[in-house]
């Protein structure tokens, strides 16, 4: 018996084409479960590194083989070549499905899914219970409300899963309780309107999506300038602050994905 480390693509590919034979690389004996897994890290650290959630499903399979490694972050870095914040991300989403991590795994299929919305939904669903705004008892019921209007385009952007952090950490317990409840149980409550109505309450709010109710241009304008205004003013208090390489890449993001907007209406 042979397993596949690295390779799954083209092994894919071969069996469409019909290929009866491909070249390969045989590993001279043989590893248990845990040393395959780090051979698999070792190839993809000095190659091209898998996605973001093959690495997770990864990390989290090797922990169920090596669990007193948990708390050993740095000896995690070494074998996987992966930061603290990817580990800790790699933590968070062992709460979905294996089927719902694959579908972060392959996102480019039909019915795919963006591995963003797994981690910050991940972030908001641990917020909440460490806000005692949610129990762990009712995480499936909130995985799946959440999954629902991402899948829908309720929720059409990760970013916006960010801002409901943000927006649950800085308002009353009361009121963060009540938004909660009504995101999990109104199929057609999205976030856009949270963001619309917080803009000027809280700073740091980042996504710059229109609620559908706003059909008027002017009022699609003026909620536009506010919340730019918002990341603006968010950009120049972190003027000097060494930030790390994520949220730098994160905020770089953001404004391509700006930019590209304008120029689609222009």
Do not use: C
Not at 59 to 80: A, H, V
Not at 244 to 264: F, G, M
Request: avoid cysteine; charge should be positive; charged fraction near 30%.
């Amino acid at each position: 018996m042979y397993y596949l480390l690295d390779g799954e693509r083209r092994l894919i590919a071969a069996k469409k084409l019909g290929l009866k034979e491909v070249p390969v690389n045989i590993l001279p004996r043989f590893l248990p479960d845990d040393k395959n897994l780090e051979t698999m890290f070792t190839i993809h650290m000095a190659r091209v590194p898998w996605n973001t959630m093959a690495r997770a499903m990864s990390l989290n399979e090797y922990l169920e083989l090596k669990p007193e490694l948990e708390k050993n972050k740095r000896l995690l870095r070494q074998i996987t070549g992966m930061s603290s914040y990817e580990i800790n991300n790699a933590l968070l989403i062992r709460m979905f499905s294996k089927d719902v991590q694959l579908k972060a795994v392959f996102s480019e299929r039909p019915g795919g899914l963006e591995p963003s919305y797994l981690i910050e939904l991940a972030k908001v669903i641990q917020k909440a219970e460490d806000l005692s705004l949610s129990e762990k008892k009712a995480r499936p019921k909130v995985i799946e409300s959440f999954l629902s209007k991402i899948e829908r385009k309720v929720i059409p952007d990760p970013y916006q899963l960010k801002d409901l952090q943000n927006i649950l950490g800085n308002t009353s317990k009361r009121e963060a309780r009540e938004i909660f409840r009504k995101l999990v149980e109104d199929p057609n409550y999205g976030i856009s309107f949270l963001v619309s109505s917080y803009t000027g309450k809280i700073r740091g709010l980042r996504s710059l999506h229109i609620p559908a109710s706003e059909s008027s241009i002017e009022d699609a304008l003026t909620l536009t300038k506010r919340q730019w205004n918002a990341l603006l003013t968010s950009l120049v208090a972190l003027k000097g602050v060494k930030l790390p390489q994520e949220e730098i890449n994160e905020i770089d993001k953001l404004l391509k994905q700006t930019r590209s907007a304008v120029k689609a209406i222009l």
